[in-house]
């Protein structure tokens, strides 16, 4: 079975903030239950940057707590949209 990733770009202020719209932290963490719920395997996909790197701790804790699969982690590669930070 394959694994879905769903992109969480720190807690819900700093998601939010990455994402440019209050709600989508809790948006993704639905899709996150939502998966969890019907037998998905769901993954995490953390990016961090220096605006979030901080937060990648509390992160790994909500893994284990919403009990997610797998946890992916990127650095961010500062080329194309990148250039530019939230």
């Known amino acids: 079975m394959t694994t879905s990733g769903i992109s969480i770009d720190g807690l819900r202020d ?5 994402r440019r719209k209050i709600g989508a932290f809790d948006a993704s963490m639905a899709g996150i239950r939502l998966c969890r719920e019907h037998g998905i395997k ?4 953390f990016t961090m940057t220096q605006d979030n790197y901080n937060e990648l701790p509390d992160l790994l804790r909500l893994m284990e707590e919403e009990d997610v699969d797998k946890f992916y982690l990127s650095h961010l590669n500062y080329a194309g949209r990148g250039q530019s930070q939230p």
């Not at 769901?42 to 996909?45: E, I, K, S």
């Open 14 to 18: 700093t998601h939010d903030r990455f």
């Open 42 to 45: 769901v993954g995490l996909r």
